[in-house]
């Protein structure tokens, strides 16, 4: 039991992978559709690229949206509407206009009787068809129903009808025909007290009634039956074909699966997503070692892959036609801000093979975002520069709308239909990309990354870290600047991080402020304490600087990555000075206790720092420099470093190291104010 323990915990790291690659793995299947794909892709116009198709089973022709939207608006123009009527507001209205007329009108009017008359006839002239409770837009050759008690009891046009706001039109035109107009005050007051509408919608039953219509609408318009030849090669995709090709497509994606062929879905999945998951781990293994043994930045990476896919998937779920809006390009861009580009490029482009699964336009969709996604790559550098986010924003988006509008004149054949709110996705798109400035600093905090732009702040020599190691250790300081100018010179020279070894070089000698006058840069009176001290004891004074200056950078907080080059930048070398004045003393001792704990550098900023740091110390003790002293000079340094096995773990190259050795000759020789030396 202690033995399988004891493997299990020797191999945890390999084990959270596994469970990493397998959470994930369920994760991203789990957001996947799980219906079928149509295996052919065909674009409306365009030749059929594959074989003869002929029908795999029977399936329907559907109409398109625009058929059966068409068939909507057809409905509804012949749809009637239903009025409820009172056919007893009519008898109530002249019961009223009996009592008010007598009242109103006196018997010494000469022309009462006439005028009682007038007003009858206008009243049957209202109510012949009902009068409406307010004024709807209908058309006057609306067909309308009228009910009554759930009957219907009359099917008329809609003009026909009176409106609320017409009786007095129609009672002062019937004044005028008879030429009692003079009556004209009274008469339209009189109405305006008795009439009363006896028609309203009946808005549940006209819904009910075109909804029912709406629904007996066919979806599909004849079938196609098994073993039918759909298309032959070759043959334009247009007209009635694309409409059947549509419709056998949307049969296999909407196709209600059994629980065998649902199963078998899911595990094809799996398969894929598997194997393009495994194929970035494996890339990490084989070209980036350093980030496939740390578990937390691997993390890091699956985590922004499932993210973007879980962005995606919530877009088309929502509206597929604003997939675009989606700001993939963060992807390379968190990824070549905490590692490189090649490891940015490689994730970003096997995240839009897994997106290609459920976009639709998939080639489209695949094509756009990995041409913008190399862009970013080759657009994006000193991302701490604010203007150069914002040219490569603009530089991609360019990009977008470039290659969709010749995607849709391929497609279309025209620009007369191009719909300019699809550019404006793309002008979003690159908007939202401008979130990944705080975006990456949010990362820093969960994840305990470090990019550019943390980088340039560590940079900067007004830190309280670095001024107090300028007040300490003044020397030190000086010395620190140095190592970086050359450090930085050397980096460049190479194609290495600059600024992270740049920051590595200020902070690498941190650690002797713990005991500043043991180290020669800051003993400015003349009086060196080693002389008090035996060898061994002096040895590891200058040994436990590198310990520490690890504890003091992990109290205030530094990245690991700048931990490492305090960490590293002496590797395994030995105090040689110390260690020869005790075996003078002692021929017989071990040189353990005079050599640094290590690790040797494991990178080509970490090896660059071993060598500028040791090339500036010891410079100051050249004598009468020149550039035949300042050559051999170098050359022996790093020959020693080499020798002794120091960048063995460094993925740095001899030829490399030719162009640090230059670049450090030049820059010392600069340093020494040195003439060329001309031959006499």
Sequence with gaps: MEDFINKWYKNHSLLYKVLLFLSTTFLIVYLFPKSGKFKYDFDKGKPWQSENLYAP???????????????????????????????????????????????????????????????????????????????????????????????????????????????????????????????????????????????????????????????????????????????????????????????????????????????????????????????????????????????????????????????????????????????????????????????????????????????????????????????????????????????????????????????????????TSLKLETFGLFILCGLATLFVQPLIYIYEKLFGLVSDVSLLELSDTNTKLLKELSNKAPGTFHHSLNVANLAEASANEIGANAMLVRVGALYHDIGKMKAPTYFTENQATGINPHDELSSRESAKIIIDHVIDGIEIAKKNNLPDRVIDFIRTHHGTSMVYYFYMKEKELDATISDTDFRYPGPKPYSKETAILMMCDSVEAASKSLKDPSSTKIDKFVESIISKQMDDGQFLNANITFKEIQLIKKVLKNKLANIFHLRIEYPE
């Design 57 to 415: 089973f029977d399936f329907a022709i559907k109409k398109s949206f625009d058929e059966i939207q068409k068939e909507e608006q057809d409905i509804k123009a012949v749809s009637p509407i239903y009025f409820d009527i009172n056919t007893n507001v009519k008898s109530e209205v002249f019961k009223l206009y009996n009592e008010k007329f007598d009242d109103i009108f006196l018997d010494t009017i000469p022309q009462k009787r006439m005028l009682k008359d007038v007003g009858k006839s206008a009243i049957d002239n209202l109510y012949r068809f009902g009068v409406l409770d307010e004024n709807y837009k209908y058309p006057d050759d609306k067909s309308i129903i009228l009910v009554e008690d759930q009957k219907q009891v009359a099917d008329i046009n809609y003009g026909q009808l009176t409106k609320i706001d017409e009786f007095r039109t129609i009672i002062e035109d019937a004044l005028v025909y008879n030429d009692l107009l003079k009556y004209e005050p009274a008469f339209i007051s009189l109405f305006f007290d008795i009439i009363s509408p006896n028609i309203s919608l009946n808005s549940s039953l006209t819904e009910n009634a075109l909804q029912e219509e709406l629904n007996s609408i066919s979806t599909v318009r004849g079938s196609i039956e098994k073993e039918t030849l759909i298309i032959s090669k070759g043959e334009i995709v247009e007209g009635n074909k694309y409409d059947i090709l549509k419709s056998l497509e949307s049969e296999y994606e909407s196709q209600v699966w059994n629980s065998s062929n649902y199963n078998l879905v899911v595990f094809a999945y799996a398969l894929l997503v598997a194997l393009a998951l495994l194929m970035l781990l494996l890339f990490l293994r084989k070209y980036r070692i350093e980030v496939f043994l740390d578990n937390t930045k691997v993390t890091f990476i699956f985590f922004n892959i499932l993210l973007m896919i879980l962005l995606t998937t919530l877009i088309i779920n929502y509206n597929s036609k604003q997939v675009y809006v989606i700001p993939l390009c963060i992807l390379p861009l968190v990824l070549k801000a905490f590692f490189d580009a090649r490891l940015g490029l490689f994730a970003h482009v096997l995240t839009v093979l897994l997106l290609g699964f459920i976009v639709p336009n998939s080639y489209e969709y695949m094509f756009l975002q990995i041409i913008a996604g190399i862009v970013t790559i080759l657009t994006v550098s000193e991302l701490y520069k604010r203007a150069n986010l914002f040219i490569s924003v603009g530089q991609i988006t360019l990009i977008y709308i470039i290659a969709y509008f010749a995607f849709f004149v391929i497609h279309e054949g025209n620009i």
